[in-house]
């Protein structure tokens, strides 16, 4: 049974970095493709970043490329999610996702199986 949780997230000012970290109460199956996305309230559901089974396949979204890094350590059954000078519309919660591929290609939040209950990011100007 895969149930994800999310932790990490906080209140920071604008230009601050901070992981936030994606475990499973059980293993996280080597083999999944692992996701992250955002939300903000009435709105739906941002794609951020995707990392296959095997730690290749990495994508993002448009808003976050190249201050946001996707990890995998499957020895320890955890996801990161590295966000370098964060804006403050990077203020969202923030999601883990799961799907037994090991790779999944679209963005779109109905390709992931599992996810977790998620982390709130507040980013102040």
């Known amino acids: 049974q895969v149930h994800l949780v999310e932790s990490g997230g906080r209140s920071v000012q604008a230009g601050d970095s901070l992981t936030l970290t994606c475990a499973d109460s059980?293993?996280?199956?080597?083999?999944?493709?692992m996701g992250w996305f955002r939300q903000v309230a009435e709105k739906e559901r941002e794609f951020v970043a995707h990392?296959?089974?095997?730690?290749?396949?990495?994508y993002y979204g448009d808003s976050v490329k190249g201050r946001f890094t996707i990890s995998r350590d499957n020895a320890k059954n955890t996801v990161f999610l590295q966000m370098n000078n964060l804006k403050p519309e990077d203020t969202a919660v923030y999601y883990c996702?799961?799907?037994?591929?090991?790779?999944?290609?679209?963005?779109?939040?109905?390709?992931?199986?599992?996810w977790g209950q998620g982390t709130r990011i507040t980013v102040s100007s």
């Open positions: 990392i296959g089974w095997s730690g290749a396949n990495r």
């Open positions: 996702a799961a799907d037994l591929r090991p790779v999944v290609d679209s963005p779109s939040p109905s390709e992931y199986e599992y």
């Open positions: 059980g293993p996280i199956d080597s083999t999944f493709a």
